[in-house]
C-alpha cells in the first residue's frame, strides 16, 4: 500500500513535504526518489526512530507541526505534499494548503474514507459541503482507492482512502476571501436557499437573480464564483 501511495505521484516532483512520517513506511520509498524531500513529524519518538532509520536524511527529518509551517517558506519553488493525515486534523490541513494554494502542485494523501468521499463528491450529493466546493475551485481531485483497515496495526475503526489533487493552476478572476465567505455562510445554513443564507452580503437588488432560488448544494464552484463576482459588484445604493 505504501509503495502504490508513492507511485502516486506525478514523475516530475521535485520538492516534496511529506506530513506525519511517523515511523517511516512512506518514508523509505520516497528517500529513491530524485526530490528534494522534507519529512515532519509532531512527535519526538517518531523523530529519533526516523533518524535512526533514514541517517543519511538527518538534516531532512524535522520535527514541525505541518499546520505552524509557513508553506512559502518550505522551498524556494512549488511543492507537492504526501502523507497519511492525521485523521482527526485532516480538514485543518486542507484549509491550511488553501491558504497557501499558489504553492502546491498536488497533494497525495490517505484520509478518513468519509473525508475523501466529501472532497470528490459533485453538486446535489448529502456529501457535498464546504470542502469540496474550496478543494475543487483550485484543484482536480481524484479519488484513487480505497484501504481497508485490516492493513493497519492495530486496526482503525474508520474506513480509509487515498485521493491525488492536482493543482489547476488557473488564477481565480473572483475576492478569493469573499468567495470563501460566500460557500461557507452558505453551507453553513445548508437547508436554505442562497436567497436567505446570504442576505447580509448581497443586497436586495443582487438576490432578484434567479441562482439564489438554489440551495447551496445544487451549484458547482463556478456559480459559487459568479455568485462572488456579483455580491462584489453591486452598487451600495440599492
Same mark, same amino acid.
Given at each position: 500500500?505504501?509503495?502504490?501511495?508513492?507511485?502516486?505521484?506525478?514523475?516530475?516532483?521535485?520538492?516534496?513535504?511529506?506530513?506525519? *512520517?511517523?515511523?517511516?513506511? #512512506?518514508?523509505?520509498?520516497?528517500?529513491?526518489?530524485?526530490?528534494? #524531500? #522534507?519529512?515532519?513529524?509532531?512527535?519526538?519518538?517518531?523523530?529519533?526512530?526516523?533518524?535512526?532509520?533514514?541517517?543519511?536524511?538527518?538534516?531532512?527529518?524535522?520535527?514541525?507541526?505541518? &499546520?505552524?509551517?509557513?508553506? !512559502?517558506?518550505?522551498?524556494?519553488?512549488?511543492?507537492?505534499?504526501?502523507?497519511?493525515?492525521?485523521?482527526?486534523?485532516?480538514?485543518?490541513?486542507?484549509?491550511?494548503? &488553501?491558504?497557501?494554494?499558489?504553492?502546491?502542485?498536488?497533494?497525495?494523501?490517505?484520509?478518513?474514507?468519509?473525508? *475523501?468521499?466529501?472532497?470528490?463528491?459533485? !453538486?446535489?450529493?448529502?456529501?457535498?459541503?464546504?470542502?469540496?466546493?474550496? #478543494?475543487?475551485?483550485?484543484?482536480?481531485?481524484?479519488?484513487?482507492?480505497?484501504?481497508?483497515?485490516?492493513?493497519?496495526?492495530? !486496526?482503525?475503526?474508520?474506513?480509509? *482512502?487515498?485521493?491525488?489533487?492536482?493543482?489547476?493552476?488557473?488564477? !481565480?478572476?473572483?475576492?478569493?476571501?469573499?468567495?470563501?465567505?460566500?460557500?461557507?455562510?452558505?453551507?453553513?445554513?445548508?437547508?436554505?436557499?442562497?436567497?436567505?443564507?446570504?442576505?447580509?452580503? *448581497?443586497?436586495?437588488?443582487?438576490?432578484?437573480?434567479?441562482?439564489?432560488?438554489?440551495?447551496?448544494?445544487? &451549484?458547482?464552484?463556478?456559480?459559487?464564483?459568479?455568485?462572488?463576482?456579483?455580491?462584489?459588484?453591486?452598487?451600495?445604493?440599492?
Amino acid at each position: 500500500i505504501a509503495k502504490k501511495i508513492v507511485d502516486s505521484l506525478s514523475p516530475e516532483t521535485d520538492n516534496l513535504i511529506e506530513i506525519g *512520517a511517523g515511523t517511516g513506511i #512512506l518514508t523509505q520509498f520516497l528517500i529513491k526518489k530524485e526530490t528534494n #524531500l #522534507l519529512i515532519l513529524d509532531v512527535d519526538t519518538e517518531s523523530i529519533d526512530i526516523l533518524h535512526e532509520k533514514f541517517p543519511e536524511q538527518k538534516n531532512k527529518i524535522i520535527l514541525q507541526d505541518f &499546520l505552524k509551517l509557513n508553506l !512559502p517558506d518550505a522551498f524556494e519553488n512549488n511543492f507537492s505534499i504526501i502523507g497519511n493525515l492525521p485523521y482527526n486534523i485532516s480538514s485543518q490541513i486542507f484549509f491550511h494548503v &488553501l491558504n497557501s494554494v499558489v504553492w502546491v502542485d498536488e497533494m497525495v494523501v490517505m484520509i478518513q474514507k468519509e473525508v *475523501a468521499e466529501r472532497i470528490v463528491s459533485p !453538486p446535489g450529493s448529502k456529501t457535498y459541503g464546504i470542502l469540496s466546493v474550496l #478543494l475543487q475551485t483550485y484543484f482536480t481531485c481524484e479519488y484513487l482507492f480505497s484501504v481497508s483497515p485490516g492493513v493497519f496495526i492495530p !486496526p482503525p475503526k474508520v474506513k480509509s *482512502a487515498v485521493i491525488r489533487l492536482k493543482n489547476k493552476k488557473n488564477k !481565480p478572476d473572483f475576492n478569493e476571501k469573499l468567495f470563501r465567505t460566500v460557500v461557507k455562510q452558505a453551507f453553513n445554513q445548508r437547508r436554505k436557499t442562497l436567497s436567505n443564507s446570504l442576505k447580509s452580503l *448581497a443586497n436586495e437588488h443582487t438576490r432578484k437573480h434567479e441562482i439564489f432560488t438554489k440551495r447551496p448544494e445544487q &451549484l458547482k464552484f463556478e456559480q459559487f464564483a459568479f455568485i462572488t463576482q456579483q455580491i462584489e459588484n453591486q452598487a451600495s445604493d440599492y
